[in-house]
């Protein structure tokens, strides 16, 4: 079974940078056939996929527009974990972060499982 | 700017069936766009329920279903159950990037 666990900081201060790390187990990060993501959600802005990291004989990483200038999105195969970056912070960053799994096989592709969630407050 | 877009609210009565959709900015959706649905209840992280248009994962109730319909992904409750009051998303996939619907509250009423 598959469990991410979500460690980091709750709280940023404006123009510095929020860090988070998913910890996996259960499954590779360096895995062939999957996508390790980041998604936030706030009140304001709804469900945001931000970004990923995948391996596919070198590492390879997809960002949202929306954040593409400030993310940075690592991972860490010694210690089998994948980390967020998100740079020049504003309170709009202020949000519920996840780490999610993305899986593909056969043809589709599905989103499970979920980290726990972290709140991140931007605030001086 | 891609813009996916849901039913923001729906009501339906228990035991009734619903039907709630998603589409896309660019025009039809398709199996290209590997159709995610997720639930979601207050306090709760997104719990995956449809993928790829039509797949159940093993925990998703038979009530569920996905399927394409009138160029737009959809998501049908058949039998709804006061547990199904809820928060749905669906997330559709643009090459490279993924984007979330703004979500439906379904009230079940």
């Known amino acids: 079974q598959v469990q991410l666990q979500q460690s980091g900081p709750g709280l940023a201060k404006p123009s510095q940078t929020l860090s988070l790390t998913c910890a996996i187990s259960?499954?590779?990060?360096?895995?062939?056939?999957?996508?390790w993501n980041w998604i936030r959600q706030s009140p304001s802005r709804g469900l945001e996929w931000l970004g990923r990291t995948y391996y596919r004989s070198k590492w390879y990483n997809d960002y949202a527009v929306s954040v593409k200038s400030r993310i940075i999105i690592n991972s860490d195969t010694s210690k089998n974990q994948f980390s967020l970056q998100l740079n020049s912070v504003t309170p709009e960053d202020t949000a519920v972060y996840y780490c999610?799994?993305?899986?593909?096989?056969?043809?589709?592709?599905?989103?499970?499982?979920w980290g726990q969630g972290t709140l991140v407050t931007v605030s001086s | 700017q891609t813009v996916v877009t849901q039913e923001p609210s729906l009501t339906v009565s228990p035991g009734g069936t619903v039907t709630l959709t998603c589409a896309s900015s660019t025009g039809a959706v398709t199996s290209g766009y590997y159709p995610n649905w997720f639930q979601q209840k207050p306090g709760q992280a997104p719990r995956a329920l449809i993928y790829?248009?039509?797949n159940k994962h093993s925990w998703t109730p038979a009530r569920f279903s996905g399927s394409l319909l009138g160029g737009k992904a959809a998501l049908t409750l058949s039998g709804v159950q006061p547990e199904d009051e809820a928060e749905y998303y669906c997330l559709l996939y643009y090459g490279g990037a993924w984007v979330f619907g703004g979500g439906t509250k379904l009230t079940v009423l």
């Open positions: 259960g499954d590779s990060v360096s895995s062939n056939s999957v996508a």
């Open positions: 999610v799994r993305e899986k593909a096989a056969a043809g589709k592709t599905w989103f499970d499982p």
């Open positions: 790829s248009i039509t």
